[in-house]
């Protein structure tokens, strides 16, 4: 089945770290972008990021570059989305999608979501 | 950055009704769009592309137009089923993309 699997919810304080994960399965995993898709409590979708796992080439949206770092490790097929240190505002659902193979730029395929609570 | 604005942002309707969301763009976007739908605690799923290209399994009541800076899309005959939050987005400036800020689509 081609999919992705996020990692579970977590819980943090203001000030640490998390790393959270995406597992694609059932496709060439280094031949499609994987993007990040931040949506806050009752708002909506905002972009973060992507990564292309076979290069790790990597692009960020200004209003997150340098907020977060988005990586991969293509030899298991998962990206990741990390903070060094996480804030309150960073409390979200986060998504991640694949983009299309071809030269389109839409996310035909979404994990479920990790959700991330930052509370002191 | 290409801002994208989606009217209206919430909407009353009947099931059986024609119902239709406007997603306009800052600058032309040459039919770099797409819809999404979500529904509550589920991930978006993309429903057309390209503006007007359906997604493999959506059902063909849900439909897109448009060009330029203004697209349309359509459903024909809401069911049941279609009661959620849609999103546009758009890919012309990628990989910078963008989405609109959602229109709820509640039942009347």
């Known amino acids: 089945e081609v999919q992705l699997v996020q990692s579970g919810a977590e819980v943090k304080k203001p000030g640490e770290s998390l790393k959270i994960s995406c597992k694609g399965s059932g496709y060439s995993f280094t031949s499609y972008w994987i993007g990040w898709v931040r949506q806050m409590p009752g708002k909506g979708l905002e972009w973060m990021g992507i990564?292309?796992?076979?290069?790790?080439?990597?692009r960020y949206s200004p209003s997150f570059q340098g907020q977060v770092t988005i990586s991969a490790d293509k030899s298991i097929s998962t990206a990741y989305l990390q903070w060094s240190s996480l804030k309150a505002s960073d409390t979200a659902m986060y998504y991640c999608a694949r983009r299309d193979y071809g030269d389109g730029g839409y996310f035909d395929l979404w994990g479920r979501g990790t959700l991330v609570t930052v509370s002191s | 950055d290409i801002q994208m604005t989606q009217s209206p942002s919430s909407l009353s309707a009947s099931v059986g009704d024609r119902v239709t969301i406007t997603c306009r763009a800052s600058?032309?976007?040459?039919?770099?769009l797409a819809w999404y739908q979500q529904k509550p605690g589920k991930a978006p799923k993309l429903l057309l592309y390209a503006a007007s290209r359906l997604e493999s399994g959506v059902p063909s009541r849900f439909s897109g137009s448009g060009s330029g800076t203004d697209y349309t899309l359509t459903i024909s005959s809401l069911q049941p089923e279609d009661f959620a939050t849609y999103y546009c987005q758009q890919y012309y400036s990628t990989p910078l993309y963008s989405f609109g800020q959602g229109t709820k689509l509640e039942i009347k």
């Open positions: 600058q032309g976007i040459s039919n770099s």
């Open positions: 990564i292309y796992p076979g290069d790790s080439d990597t």
